[in-house]
Each structure stands twice: as C-alpha cells, then as structure tokens.
Nanobody
Framework: QIELVESGGGLVQAGGSLRLSCAAA????????IGWFRQAPGKEREIVCG???????YYSESAKGRFTISRDNAKNAVFLQMNSLTPEDTAVYYC??????WGQGTQVTVSS
C-alpha cells in the first residue's frame, strides 16, 4: 500500500513558477516509475511527465523546456518544478505510480 500526498499548488501569475511535491507514505516507491498528470476543468486527465526508477525521463510537448521532474528515493518524494507558467497550465495536478496509486491532487491556477 502506498499513500501519495501532493503539495505545492497555488495561485501564480503567468510567467511565474511553482514547485510541486509528491510524498509517499507506506511502502517505498523507489522500484516504480512515477508520473505527474493534470486535469483541467472539462478536459481529460493527461500526462505531464514521468521518471522511472533509473532516472529516465519523459515530458509531454507542453512540459518540455519548462517543467523538470526529479525524485529523491531516500525521502520517498518526487518533485515537479514548473517555470514559465501560462493560464493553460491551470489544472489539478496528480502524482501516480506505475503500480496504480494516485494522490489526491493539488490545484494549480495561473492567472493572466
């Protein structure tokens, strides 16, 4: 059993930055890949980026060059540094493990 807790969301102006955190309680997740997803109002949930257990990275086209995912297995945590935010990044952001666990989400709102 893994419990994921996201934090770090909030309201930011366009062009600003936020750093999201995903902390895991329970079994460590160093052996699984972790992803960040987001869901905007009226839209389907979409993948933003991911990191596997060896540090391999994936970024969606919208995230490339602006977002950075990292993990600290010793702290059971994954981070998402988001820069140059735009109103189109407004969504609830979720972390997810490849063995099927989701966090509760954290709201990111970018004002124009």
């Amino acid at each position: 059993q893994i419990e994921l807790v996201e934090s770090g969301g909030g309201l930011v102006q366009a062009g600003g930055s936020l750093r999201l955190s995903c902390a895991a309680a329970g079994r460590i997740f160093s052996s699984v890949a972790i992803g960040w997803f987001r869901q905007a109002p009226g839209k389907e949930r979409e993948i933003v980026c991911g990191i596997n257990r060896r540090g391999g990275l994936y970024y969606s086209e919208s995230a490339k060059g602006r977002f950075t995912i990292s993990r600290d297995n010793a702290k059971n945590a994954v981070f998402l540094q988001m820069n140059s935010l735009t109103p189109e990044d407004t969504a609830v952001y979720y972390c997810w493990t490849t063995n099927g666990y989701w966090g509760q989400g954290t709201q990111v709102t970018v004002s124009s």
